[in-house]
Structure formats: C-alpha cells, structure tokens
C-alpha cells in the first residue's frame, strides 16, 4: 500500500474589497474587544491611516492603546515592549496596521503574550505551544502577505539574525484587505511589495510542499504581478491597486501552507546583517534563485515562465529559461537593484551572510538542496 500524503491549509477570515476597512469595529467586537492594542509604525501616523483605524475604534466607544515603536525589520526588544504594554494595561485583542513590520511585530508581541519567555525561545516552525490574543490584521501594502501567513520574521538584534518562526498560532483571526490604503504608497513600496509577493509566489509554487491548494494560488498571483505591476506604476488605480491586492493574498496563502525557499533564506541574513529593505533584495536573488533550481522543476519553472511571458498553449521547456530572462527585463524596466553590490558593500561580506542563511528554516522547502558554498555561488554570480 503507498504511503499517503497528507497537507493543511491554513488561512484567517479575509474580508476583502474597497472600504472593507470599515467593518474592523464590527471584527473587534466580535472577538471580545473592550481595549485594543493597535500596532503600526511613524510612517502610517504621518500618512493619516492610524489616525483613520483609531478614528473608527473611538467611533465605535472601543477603548484602545496605540503602540508605534515599529522598524523596518522589526527588532526583538521591540516585541517584548510591546508584550510588556499589552499586560500592563489589560488589553485584550491585537490590531495590526501596515506593511509586513508591525503585522510581525503584532505576531511576536501575541506570542509573548500567550506563551511567555522570549521571542528568540520560538525561533524555527512549531515551537508555540499555546494560544495567541486574538489578532485583526489590515495590510497597507500588497506584498508581505503577513496578514495571511503562518509566518513571523523578527531581528534577533545581539545575533544580527533574522530569525523566521512558524506556527499555525501565527495565522490571525481576521484579515481586512482594503486596496484603498494602497492609493497613498509611493512607487518604490508599490514595486518592492509586488516583488516580494512575487517571490512568495515563485518560491512556493516549486517547493516540496506544494499541493493543489497552493499551486493555484501561486499561478493565480503570478499571473496577476506579471499583468498588473508596470501599469500599476504607469497609472495607480483602484482597479489595478485591487489586482495586486488579490495577488498578494494568494501569495500568502499559497507560502504561508507550501513554505518558501533559498531566496527568502538570503533575504533574511541580509536583513539581519545589513537592515536591507527586504522587498528590494528579490529583484536581486530571485533569477539566480530560479536558475540554480531549473534542473530540478523543469516542469514548474516552465509553466511559471509560459505565464511571465503571457503565452499560451503548451509548455516548452524553453519556457523555464525564457521566462527568467524576461523576468530581469522586467526588473531592469522598473529601475530597482539587480546586482548584489547594490545592496551589500564589501564582497566579503559574502560569506558570512550565507554561512548565517544556510540555518534558516526557509532553506528546508527549497526544491533543491544548497549548502552555504551554494549559496555564495549564487551570491557571486548576482553581484
């Protein structure tokens, strides 16, 4: 008798669409709030967004406490504080607003939360035990996909590691997609974004953990990206803001079930070393990253190229190939990093971050396996 597989899927309530944003009273209500900690960043203050979210609790009589000590790369001292505002003033649900940071903020200040110690105790994937507050996400951009993801990414800053930790406990109760938060980012967040949702993608699709569930939504976001990212930057409407918002939503459905692979396991070291914005750092790795696994997913890297490329009919196996070339004419288009030196200023930085990338919990869902010389071959030939 064959051995059986079986796969999970796992995703929070989504509540999608333009102006949705109103209805996260009616979520917080819903899951017991009577004092919410809202967790965002400076850049959302000075947009006027938190301003709109805490406008819609006040409406509502929802008491609420705001925390907006939140990096880019969030960092471990940074969840413990926030951990430390949610006990002290007996709040009961958690509100996260923005891009990826302050969501993995969210993540990490909800785990302490419920399960004690330290953020660095639950590094690596199924280390929490316990439940998590309850948790609304509102993403702000189409990309990180944190507000779908089992996923939390958090700067160990005494190690200089980002560290990944995955756990079903992760995952929200609510996610409120909103595409018109988008309206107000500029180009460079739009295009980094959408390329980090496009990884997700790309990644998920040919790792070994990949089912029917998620390779549908991988070719899904691929499909949107591809058609919607130029014409996004060209010309920013609703309409186009809500594709790459649907795309990002399925990219995270599709990583956060399947994993990701050897690109993120970069990215994060290079995050942790260099505090790189980490949506820029893809435009970089990722054609490298899908070359050094072509061997291994022909078939896959075919059909994501065929959809790159907009063709129809059968597959090649010319597309694989094709479809990576057009992939860095793409890049090139949209005037972001595509060399490693861009980002890292001394080669011999090199080693260090791939020796620190090769413990990352990414690596075990890349299709082919790499060590760290691996990974410095990929490096060099991206610099």
Known sequence: ??????????????????????YLAQCSRRLGAKRALVVTDQGLIDSGWADFVMDILRDDGLDFLLFDKVNSNPRDYQVHEGAD?????????????????????????????????????????????????????IPTNAGSGSDISQFCIITDVERQVKMSIISRSLVPNVSIIDPD????????????????????????????????????????????IAQNLQPAILNRTPQVMEQLSIASTAAGMSFSNAGLGIGHALAHSLGGIFDTLHGLVHPIVLPVVMRYNLPVCREKMCTIGRIIQGSSGECSLDHGEEGIIRLEELFAKLEVPNRMRDIVPDSGKLEQICRMAVHDACMLTNPRKADWEDLLHICQEAW
């Open 181 to 224: 938060l988008l309206m107000t980012k500029d180009d460079q967040l739009v295009v980094s974004s959408a390329i980090d949702a496009l990884a997700h993608a790309i990644e998920s699709f040919v790792s070994p953990l990949a089912s029917p569930f998620t390779e549908n939504q991988a070719l899904k976001a691929i499909e949107l």
């Open 1 to 22: 008798m064959s051995e059986q597989r079986v796969t999970k899927f796992a995703i929070p309530e989504i509540i999608f669409g333009q102006s949705s944003i109103r």
């Open 85 to 137: 505002l949610y006990v002290r003033e007996k709040a009961d649900v958690i509100i996260a607003l923005g891009g990826g940071s302050p969501m993995d903020s969210a993540k990490g200040i909800g785990t302490i939360v419920g399960n004690g110690g330290r953020i660095a105790d639950y590094e690596g994937a199924n280390r929490i035990m316990r439940p998590l507050p309850p948790m609304i996400f």
